[in-house]
């Protein structure tokens, strides 16, 4: 199982969400990105990508404009990735991921 971490930004910005937005990402999060986490490839769904302005920054996009950046941190568990979420929002958090 990876582990993860937010960053404050990242929480002040799902505090802004919906309760059915927090859902949508817990779902998407839950059935799609951590298995394909473990698989080790992104389904084409989730449109999981490179920040182009950010080298080692991965964004993804569920639900029209829903969508989160994240990177790799380092491993905290042997053998498990470990995820650090640093915003969520619509297009407009890439300005400044």
Known sequence: MPTYEPTARFTADLD????QQRCRFHRVITRAFVPDLRAGHFRAGLRAKGVRRAPGVYELTWAGDDRATCQYGP??????????????????????S
């Open 75 to 96: 491993e905290l568990v042997r053998g498990a990735p470990h995820i650090v979420w640093r915003r969520i929002g619509t297009q407009d958090i890439l300005t400044d």
């Open 16 to 19: 802004r969400f919906t309760p």
